[in-house]
């Protein structure tokens, strides 16, 4: 365990005499750059438990999951069969696709995702009012499953082939929908079907050495073989999340042992070393000519077809940032299934690069290689990496995904602002404006895909939502959610500061003015509460039922013994503010970007410079509009 940044900060204080005061150039964990003024925040303690100020101010996961419901239920058309819409460009005109204007790239990817999040939303709210929507798009998608257990679509998402192909991608997504609605539903009559499905995913796989992978990449095939596609050079194949979901859900021996396969064979770069396009005088004229129509160094320069897209020993990789973290995301998720330490180790490497290589606040590039944008996708991967990552043993990660969550993803949730309207009305004045604004009321609540470093326009007036990343960010939303409290053999753990009325707790959070969690208990047990790790050990206190108590540490968190149901824990902590300089890389031939960040907790309140269209992080606390009945 590692339990090191509130005694570094301790030390710091305590070497300078200081309780309230700074001290400069500090190292906190978990932070990158250049770090000063490093103090702890006044009156951010509450003196005792009878303190309530700051309980109604945090962050609402629940109303923020309210919002996204209504950006799901408005996403695909019933009259196109349930067609999602993906092309999305907020600043543009029209906005969106309209009711009968088809967007192909949906076909077997964006609608997946989409799948997902209504079960995801819901879980949160409580809330059936788009139930019918979801069993469309789902009715949809079950469409293209055949008797092979495979899903068959057309390759608009990669690329311009003819045909219908099987596809590892929509399959394995689809198979995580089923395998969830296993788990909420225990409807036996699921377990064939994801069994066909899971058993079709593993003989697509090649072997070497008892290992797994496949040279295809995370393209498709048909009865001819793999397809040459836009994802042949450009993505690592990912169906270990499909099949580690499987597994949680079924209890399926044979899908762990599949699954930690195919991630040592990831770890060993065994698709890349045995790739289809490594030698191609062996490919047949069909893929030749399949090479031909790929879009990849057309549409995608940052994945040409002599690219190398290994993971590096040290973590590092180049391009495309969703690609790898979606298959680190099922590496993660295996690693922790199995534990075991070569792939701890490995997703760990993988999530420093990420970590070092964006910014504390949660921007992701899009491209390692052009770095650019951000794209919420990879923002999501990063987020289920590092949760995996603290299950594993590293509970500091736990406010990886906190910073993430309650920064980046909190901005990323789109509404129509004052300041976003008056730039869309000088875009696009008279009815031109007004229709446009009426398409993107439709969007409110889904997340934006692409954003600067300090904007939500990433470069002048580009403002994309993109519809793989509209979901994303509500996967990542429910990731914080479901692990703010957990369950173990041993008790109850509350992980993160946020408000959840979870079947073991209810949590009260008082931040980002105030360091308090409040824990009402509804079960009996021992129960582990976990102040972040910049804390001050020795400042945090913790109250059961209103009275003091000995605060007993267990790794990085405090353990109150024989709870009872019905008991109220108070764990409170000084907040630290600092100051943050970091330089954000550009792409090749820009200039790099220069940010200083304010800080209280693991709360941006201030980014400098701001940026000059639609400025990120302008208040706190970032209120939500009012949802609409």
């Known amino acids: ?58 962050l609402d996961l629940k ?10 239920e408005k996403n695909p058309r019933p009259n196109l069969n349930y067609e999602c819409r993906f092309s999305m460009s907020l600043l543009k005109d029209p906005p969106c696709p309209g009711p009968t204007d088809h967007d192909p790239i949906t076909a077997g990817d964006t609608e997946n995702r989409l799948d997902w999040e209504f079960g995801y939303m819901k879980d949160i709210t409580g809330d059936t009012s788009a139930d019918a929507i979801a069993r469309g798009l789902r009715r949809r998608i079950l ?22 192909w099987a596809n590892s991608w929509t399959t394995g997504k689809l198979l995580i929908s089923l395998s969830n609605v296993y788990r909420r539903t225990h409807d036996e009559d699921l377990r064939r079907q994801c069994r066909q499905m899971f058993e079709a995913l593993r003989a697509r796989a090649d072997w070497v050495d008892g290992r797994a992978y496949y040279a295809g990449g995370n393209s498709c095939w048909n009865n001819q073989g793999w397809a040459i596609t836009d994802a042949s050079p450009y993505s690592p194949a990912m169906p270990l999340e499909a ?37 191609p005088s062996k490919l047949t004229q069909e893929q030749k000519d399949q090479i031909k129509r790929t879009s990849s160094i057309a549409l995608w320069p940052t994945a040409p077809l002599s690219a190398n897209l290994m993971v590096r020993p040290d973590g590092s990789f180049d391009h495309h ?31 420093n690069f990420f970590l070092e290589h964006g910014t504390d606040y949660g921007w992701i590039p899009e491209s390692q290689t052009y770095p650019r944008r951000s794209e919420t996708c990879a923002v999501a991967d990063v987020i289920d990496i590092a949760a995996y990552m603290a299950k594993c043993g590293y509970p500091n990660y736990w406010d990886t995904v906190e910073r993430f969550i309650r920064n980046y993803i909190r901005e990323a949730q789109f509404f129509i602002t004052p300041d976003y309207e008056k730039l869309y009305r000088t875009l696009h004045p008279g009815a031109e404006g007004d229709n446009g604004l009426a398409m993107a009321r439709a969007l409110q609540g889904g997340f934006q895909g692409a954003m600067g470093v300090n904007d939500r326009c990433y470069a ?77 050990q020795d400042m945090v206190k913790i109250y059961r039922n209103g009275k003091s108590t000995r605060a007993i540490w267990r790794g990085a968190y405090v353990h109150v013994r024989k709870v009872n149901k019905g008991d109220k824990l108070d764990l409170t902590y000084p907040l630290i503010s600092f100051v943050q300089k970091q330089i954000v890389k ?40 009012a949802i609409p009945k």
Not at 1 to 16: D, E, K, P
Not at 63 to 72: C, E, G, T
């Open 460 to 536: 002048g007036n580009e403002m994309d939502m993109m519809g793989c990343c509209f979901p994303e960010g509500m996967r990542a939303l429910h990731t914080a959610w479901l692990d703010t409290v957990t369950s173990r053999k041993d008790g109850v753990y509350v992980n993160m500061s946020f408000n959840r009325d979870a079947p073991e707790a209810k949590t009260i959070s008082f931040l980002p003015h105030h360091g308090r969690l409040t824990v009402l208990a509804k079960k009996s047990g021992d129960f582990y509460l976990r102040p972040p790790a910049w804390a001050p």
């Open 321 to 351: 940032s969703h690609m790898r973290g979606h298959s680190g995301w099922g590496m993660a998720h295996v690693a922790y299934l199995t534990r075991d330490p070569e792939l701890i180790a490995w997703c760990q490497r993988l999530l």
């Open 1 to 58: 365990m590692q339990r090191y940044a509130g005694n570094v900060v301790l030390a710091l204080f305590a070497a300078a005499g200081l309780v309230k005061g700074e001290v400069d150039e500090a190292d906190l964990s978990g932070f990158h750059g250049k770090l000063s003024r490093i103090q702890i925040a006044e009156k951010s303690q509450p003196e005792n438990a009878a303190v309530q100020e700051g309980s109604d101010s945090d």
């Open 243 to 279: 099949i580690a979901t499987y597994y949680e859900a079924f209890g399926d021996k044979e899908a762990l042992e599949f699954a930690l396969a195919f991630a040592r064979g990831e770890m060993a770069c065994d698709q890349w070393k045995h790739w289809i396009l490594r030698d």
């Open 586 to 625: 550009n792409a090749p031939g820009e200039p790099d970007r220069n940010i200083t960040v304010t800080w209280l907790g693991n709360t941006v309140m201030k980014l400098e410079p701001p940026g000059s269209q639609l400025p990120l992080y302008q208040q706190v606390p970032r209120p939500l509009p």
């Open 143 to 164: 469409g293209f499953l055949r008797d092979d257990g495979l899903c068959w679509v057309q390759a608009s998402s990669f690329s311009s082939l003819p045909g219908i």
């Open 63 to 72: 109303a923020m999951a309210q919002w996204a419901m209504q950006a799901l």
